[in-house]
Each structure stands twice: as C-alpha cells, then as structure tokens.
C-alpha cells in the first residue's frame, strides 16, 4: 500500500519538483502530496493531491504545514526549498510526521560561505577560498583573474552568480550587488571541463550508503555565463571560462577519487541524509565550492540511473531499511530541457 509523502516547494525549477520527478521512478511505492506557495507552481498539478502553503518564513507557516499533515495523514515530508529545509531540520520535532532532511547543524555550509570556509579550512579539506566584497582587492592580489562573484545568502540555481575577468568589469559590478546577500569573490579555479556534481547518501545512522559523480557539462540548459579569455600579456591561445546555472547535465561516471573524497567528507560532518558537493578538480585535487546538505535539481537524473535518493532515504528514515551500494547506470549522458504543462485557469488553486 502507498504512503502518502508530502513534497514542498514544488515550482518548476524548485527542488520539490525534482522530488516529485524522481518518485515518480519508485512506482506506487509513495503517494505524493504536493505544496508551495504560489498557485503557478508546475508541481502542484503533477500530483493526484495538492495544497498552498504560506512562505518559510511566514508566522503560519509551521500551523499550515501541521494542518496539512493532518488533513492527508503524511507519513513524511520532504522539504523543496532551502528556505523550508533550513527550518524543517531544526523544527522537525514540532511536527507529527518524519521529516526527510539532513542535520539542522549542517546548514550553515549550505546558508553561509564565510562559515563554510572555516569548517572546512579547520577539517583541513581543499576548497575553493572566500573573500568579502570589501577584500575583493586582496583576491585579485592572490590570484588575479578570472574571479567569480557569488551571494553567501540563498545561492539555489546560482542566482546572482556572475563571472569576471577585469578590474573595469569587478567596478561595474558593484553597485548591482545586493549588500544583504553578503557577495563574496571566489577565484575561477580548474579547467572548464573538470567541474563535478557529487551527492553522497548516508542513512538516518549515518552510514555512507552510495555516491554518484556527474562530470558537468556546461552548455545550453546548464550555462549561466561563458567567456573567452587570454590571461593578460600572453600570446597563446584564448581559454574559454563558464560558470553553471545550478541545474546540472552532463555524465554519469565512477570516479573512485572523487567519490572516495566526496564520502569520507560525508562521514567527517556526520552527513544523515542527501549531500549535495559541488567541485572542481585543481592541481590534481578536488576543491569544492558548494555545500549543500539538501536534495538537488539532479534527484530526476539520479533516479533515471538507479539512484533515487528521495525513495531510499524514505525508506531508511521510516523504515530503518539497510542499503548496499545501489547499482546504477553509468556511461550515460543526462540532456535536460524545460517541459510545460497546460492547467485550465478555473482549476487553478487559490
């Protein structure tokens, strides 16, 4: 018999919509209900049930999630914001119900970059360093250009993600920075084609249960920005430099480094449930620069391979089942594209 599952945060390109699409890959196996915020969320008319909640940060919110629990006999909720995730991993014992999350303790790696670069600068693991936007000067002293620009605060899909390659470009930018995301820049390090999506699955005890590398392709659907650049004074050739949009394509490989890697940082935070690691190969290392202890846009690609992170962590978080490694497709390339859904106006929730 189904059981029900509460999935939030279900627009288009939210995480509760690749929930929802990689469920989809488990069969009759859960019964999604579906919730956000705004009625045009193409989540809400993909599921047989579906509900408005108020936005994370709305007082009622923790009221409406209880209501709604109740009224569909939720089994378990699978938060699809980072805003909702944030909340739900340190509220979840206010509610009737399991809640599929990581640590509440981890989502500063995931919320806060400064914090992110002490912890792991303190766990002595390769990353990808910091500086305020008031020290951008002190990282073009240290590495020069190209630089990346990124917000600390709310970063899902690389929103407000920009790339540069000049003094003249760094002064334009400025003033369109939003000072309450705290921007901070980056050094644009590694090759272009050595830029990696990692999740690593650890039941709700903890133990690592199996990871899956994408080799990222930055092109079409997954790229944000692209430029061709000559390091100053050089006569060689031009380097072509991209950054993503956040949603993820490219290949399903086995990296045994990487996943190595990617696991035992797992295990060294205590990583119970999906985590999300973003990183780039340099120096014949990996270094990551994102930390997200949360399911990701991929969860569909995942689930398409074998992996279908949101039906086995269900079934460890309630069911306490044990895993082996999971077995999945690999030496494929994952192509995605936008998909649209018509909804008669008067059908619309309200």
């Known amino acids: 018999m189904s059981r029900t599952v509460l999935v939030t945060g279900c627009g288009g390109t939210g995480l509760g919509a690749a929930v929802l699409q990689a469920l989809a890959y488990s069969g009759d196996a859960w019964d999604p209900v579906a919730a956000d915020a705004h009625p045009f969320s193409w989540g809400l008319y993909r599921a047989a049930r579906a509900g408005l909640l108020p936005w994370a940060d709305d007082p009622g919110y923790l009221t409406a999630l209880q209501a709604m629990i109740a009224e569909h006999q939720i089994a378990a909720v699978i938060p699809g914001t980072e805003a909702e995730t944030v909340l739900l991993a340190e509220r979840r014992y206010q509610l009737q119900t ?43 002293e240290d590495f020069g250009f190209p630089l990346v620009v990124k917000p600390t605060k709310t970063t899902s899909a690389s929103r407000g993600v920009f790339l540069v390659t000049s003094p003249n ?20 390090l590694g090759d272009v084609s050595a830029e990696y999506s990692v999740m690593v699955l650890s039941d709700r005890d903890g133990t ?35 950054i993503s949009t956040g949603y993820t394509q490219g290949y399903i490989v086995r990296d045994a480094e990487i996943q190595g890697f990617a696991e035992q940082l797992a295990k060294t935070l205590g990583s119970c449930g999906p985590l999300d690691l973003q990183l780039r190969i340099h120096g014949g290392q990996p270094h990551l620069f994102e930390v997200q202890p949360r399911f990701s846009f991929s969860s569909p690609i995942r689930a398409a391979c074998g992996f279908n992170e949101p039906d086995v962590l269900l079934r460890s978080f309630l069911d306490g089942e044990e895993f082996g490694r999971l077995g999945y497709r690999d030496n494929v390339a994952a192509i995605r594209a936008f998909t649209q859904l018509l909804v008669p106006v008067d059908e619309m929730l309200r």
């Open 98 to 140: 399991t809640v599929i999350a990581n640590r509440a303790r981890l989502m500063p790696l995931m919320t806060d970059k400064e914090y992110a670069q002490r912890e792991l600068a303190r766990l002595a693991l390769p990353f990808v360093p910091s500086y305020p936007w008031a020290q951008r000067e002190r990282a073009i």
């Open 169 to 188: 470009e760094l002064m334009i930018l400025g003033p369109l920075l939003q000072p309450s995301k705290a921007p901070v820049v980056q050094p644009y």
């Open 208 to 242: 690592v249960i199996d990871s899956l590398v994408i080799k990222r392709e930055l092109t079409g659907f997954s790229l944000r920005d692209e430029k061709m650049w000559r390091p100053p004074g050089s006569k060689g050739e031009r380097h072509r430099l991209a």
